[in-house]
């Protein structure tokens, strides 16, 4: 089944605890990116990947890491969350977008 | 920053009405999208348009790309419970085309 998937699903963790949110597609789509999704404000490009070790800031990078070391794989990086960054994430491929289930994350 | 504006923010309707929401730039656009997104899940493509003018239809669902390609317009007709969601309108900016910029979404209640 051609898909998008993500873990955790659900992730509460404290303010400068670094974390990882996965992100996988097995349709060999060379467009991958984040988006963070926020009451109001609609969904909101983090990174995007044009293809692999290619890539490039979307709307609100401001304390995210990305990495593309594979075709099917492009995780998100938290090096040091804080509070504003409570938020639900969504991964997708594809410029259209085919979204994956999403990851809510909870910084305390 | 956000450039998409959809309207209304949120609807009540009853079954059985037809609903029609829109979306507005001050860009021009040469793509318009339109998820849905249930409660829980990733949004979902509905329909894409293309072409300034264009009317495209998912069933109960109609969508057209405005003549000035700088709006976009959703109907959903005789609505039924799973109707229910938010609805956003996006397009890839043309500067910068890998990027893609959502409206804020259309948050609809059906009341059965």
């Known amino acids: 089944e051609a898909q998008v998937t993500q873990n955790p699903r659900y992730l509460i963790t404290v303010t400068g605890k670094k974390l990882t949110v996965t992100c996988s597609q097995n349709?060999?789509?060379?467009?991958m990116s984040w988006y963070r999704q926020d009451p109001g404000l609609g969904l909101r490009q983090i990174y995007y990947s044009m293809n692999v070790e290619v890539t490039d800031k979307g709307d609100v990078p401001e304390g995210y890491k990305v990495s593309r070391k594979e075709k099917r794989n492009f995780p998100l990086i938290l090096e040091s969350p804080s509070p504003n960054q409570t938020s639900l994430y969504f991964c997708?491929?594809?410029?259209?977008?085919?979204f994956g289930p999403g990851t809510r994350l909870t910084v305390l | 920053g956000q450039q998409l504006n959809q309207s209304p923010q949120s609807m009540f309707i009853q079954e059985g009405e037809d609903v029609s929401m829109n979306c507005t730039s001050s860009s021009i656009f040469n793509t318009w999208l339109w998820y849905k997104q249930d409660p829980g899940e990733g949004p979902v493509l509905l329909i894409a348009?293309?072409?300034?003018?264009e009317l495209t239809s998912n069933g109960r669902l109609t969508a057209q790309f405005g003549i000035t390609r700088k709006d976009s317009f959703l109907n959903i007709s005789a609505s039924i419970p799973s109707d229910v969601g938010i609805y956003f309108c996006?397009?890839?900016?043309?500067?910068?085309?890998?990027?893609?910029?959502f409206g804020q979404g259309t948050r609809l209640t059906i009341n059965p």
């Open positions: 996006a397009g890839p900016l043309i500067q910068g085309a890998q990027k893609l910029v």
């Open positions: 348009l293309y072409k300034a003018g």
């Open positions: 997708a491929s594809r410029q259209r977008a085919d």
């Open positions: 349709m060999n789509h060379e467009y």
